[in-house]
């Protein structure tokens, strides 16, 4: 098991600003494709932004441009930075990680499959009035 804590949940006016961390192992850091989903009541749970096994980023097209995912090395944190927030953006924000695969023979890493194997608990963003 991959220990994983979410923080930074919070309450945000709509076209706010806000930016939670994930706490991840030194080892995870390196070792797995790190990710943001995020699940509204009643809604599926999607994938919000993810850094993939070649250290691209992959964001859903409702946050692009608005939300912004980086890790921190140095202090062992999957941040996801969010800026012009609306009301659909409400939701239980998980941080959720997954092992690597790399093609040998080409040389190249192998898109991170989901569902993630690693999930925290969870931090709740709510964007109202």
């Known amino acids: 098991q991959v220990p994983l804590v979410e923080s930074g949940g919070a309450s945000v006016q709509p076209g706010g600003s806000l930016r939670v961390s994930c706490l991840v192992s030194?080892?995870?850091?390196?070792?797995?494709?790190l990710g943001w989903f995020r699940q509204a009541p009643g809604q599926e749970r999607e994938r919000v932004a993810v850094?993939?096994?070649?250290?691209?980023?992959s964001y859903a097209e409702s946050v692009k441009g608005r939300f912004t995912i980086s890790q921190d090395d140095a202090v062992n944190s999957l941040e996801l930075q969010m800026t012009a927030l609306k009301p659909e953006d409400t939701a239980m924000y998980y941080c959720?990680?997954?092992?690597?695969?790399?093609?040998?023979?080409?040389?190249?890493?192998?898109?991170?499959?989901?569902?993630?194997?690693?999930w925290g608990q969870g931090t709740q963003v709510t964007v109202s009035l």
């Open positions: 959720a990680a997954q092992s690597k695969r790399y093609d040998y023979t080409g040389g190249y890493f192998l898109p991170c499959s989901e569902p993630y194997s690693h």
């Open positions: 030194g080892d995870a850091m390196r070792r797995y494709c």
């Open positions: 850094i993939n096994g070649d250290g691209s980023t």
